[in-house]
């Protein structure tokens, strides 16, 4: 049992994980071992105390470096879901799963806004995970929606299982092939069904399927925490980073504007500090 899991590489992850490892607790991060994309893609950022005009790749390094000293290391994973279990959380990452006391979100925001019908159908015909769920529709029609190049290997697994693949990749340069495979270059407009998952709605052809995956590096915090309150599109939070759940605190892009890195390590101490909090008081 840990102490806390953060869940994202930004740099609310970043900072909750050097607080915690200064506090002496047992934990474990989960994202991209490389960090964040979104850290290294930016041109210069102006308003990050100390580091005047340094690119992105820059703090990057910076934070790398600073994590390297600390001795923490970062476990490659991407979470499907977290579980209250009242007392302590359950965290699914395709088929590992892990058991903590408390929980830091710094996943920061989804670059592509769930489509209509995802959420609706997520568990029915709708997934994110083709570890967990690729099996179930072996043999059947699949439509796989993919965010990133990085997650193509996940939808080359997908297309060994099924009959049929219409793949459809938001980003440049995809090479997935096959004879079972379809590319359609297009963004889905919904998804819909009865009580499942039936068809997934593009723009210029509406695709029948047994099932819909969608591949993406971030997934949106009401799909992946069941009860976690949001408002406006970001988790709510108070001024010590705590949400609606006991245990489960927010830091970063998703608990809403501006999207900065310096509110986002601010949030990220704060809410490390309130980890400890909560864990003194459970003691």
């Given at each position: 049992?840990?102490?806390?899991?953060?869940?994202?590489?930004?740099?609310?992850?970043?900072?909750?994980?050097?607080?915690?490892?200064?506090?002496?607790?047992?934990?474990?991060?989960?994202?991209?071992?490389?960090?964040?994309?979104?850290?290294?893609?930016?041109?210069?950022?102006?308003?990050?105390?100390?580091?005047?005009?340094?690119?992105?790749?820059?703090?990057?390094?910076?934070?790398?470096?600073?994590?390297?000293?600390?001795?923490?290391?970062?476990?490659?994973?991407?979470?499907?879901?977290?579980?209250?279990?009242?007392?302590?959380?359950?965290?699914?990452?395709?088929?590992?799963?892990?058991q903590t006391t408390?929980?830091?979100?710094?996943?920061?925001?989804?670059?592509?806004?769930?489509?209509?019908?995802?959420?609706?159908?997520?568990?029915?015909?709708?997934?994110y995970c083709a570890?967990?769920?690729?099996?179930?529709?072996?043999?059947?029609?699949?439509?796989?929606?993919?965010?990133?190049?990085?997650?193509?290997?996940?939808?080359?697994?997908?297309?060994?299982?099924?009959?049929?693949?219409?793949?459809?990749?938001?980003?440049?340069?995809?090479?997935?092939?096959?004879?079972?495979?379809?590319?359609?270059?297009?963004?889905?407009?919904?998804?819909?069904?009865?009580?499942?998952?039936?068809?997934?709605?593009?723009?210029?052809?509406?695709?029948?399927?047994?099932?819909?995956?969608?591949?993406?590096?971030?997934?949106?915090?009401?799909?992946?925490?069941?009860?976690?309150?949001?408002?406006?599109?970001?988790?709510?939070?108070?001024?010590?980073?705590?949400?609606?759940?006991?245990?489960?605190?927010?830091?970063?892009?998703?608990?809403?504007?501006?999207?900065?890195?310096?509110?986002?390590?601010?949030?990220?101490?704060?809410?490390?500090?309130?980890?400890?909090?909560?864990?003194?008081?459970?003691?």
């Amino acid at each position: 049992m840990y102490d806390c899991i953060i869940i994202g590489t930004g740099a609310a992850g970043v900072s909750a994980a050097l607080t915690l490892k200064a506090r002496g607790k047992n934990f474990l991060h989960l994202g991209n071992p490389a960090l964040s994309a979104k850290i290294g893609a930016a041109e210069k950022i102006n308003n990050y105390p100390g580091l005047p005009a340094i690119d992105g790749e820059g703090l990057k390094k910076a934070f790398l470096n600073h994590l390297e000293e600390a001795g923490i290391q970062i476990t490659p994973a991407q979470v499907t879901g977290v579980y209250d279990m009242g007392g302590y959380f359950g965290v699914l990452c395709g088929q590992e799963s892990y058991q903590t006391t408390t929980v830091i979100l710094a996943t920061g925001v989804e670059a592509v806004r769930p489509a209509p019908g995802e959420l609706e159908f997520l568990g029915r015909g709708v997934s994110y995970c083709a570890t967990c769920d690729g099996m179930l529709y072996k043999g059947k029609k699949i439509v796989v929606v993919c965010t990133s190049k990085s997650m193509e290997e996940e939808a080359e697994y997908l297309s060994s299982l099924a009959a049929e693949v219409v793949y459809a990749p938001l980003y440049k340069g995809a090479e997935l092939k096959g004879e079972n495979v379809r590319c359609i270059n297009d963004m889905p407009r919904a998804i819909e069904g009865d009580k499942r998952a039936e068809r997934v709605v593009f723009k210029n052809e509406t695709v029948p399927c047994d099932g819909v995956f969608m591949l993406k590096s971030a997934i949106a915090p009401s799909a992946l925490v069941p009860g976690l309150k949001s408002e406006d599109g970001h988790v709510a939070t108070d001024r010590q980073c705590r949400t609606n759940l006991a245990g489960f605190f927010a830091a970063g892009d998703c608990t809403g504007r501006p999207y900065q890195y310096a509110k986002a390590v601010g949030e990220g101490n704060v809410a490390a500090h309130s980890v400890c909090d909560f864990l003194a008081e459970k003691k």
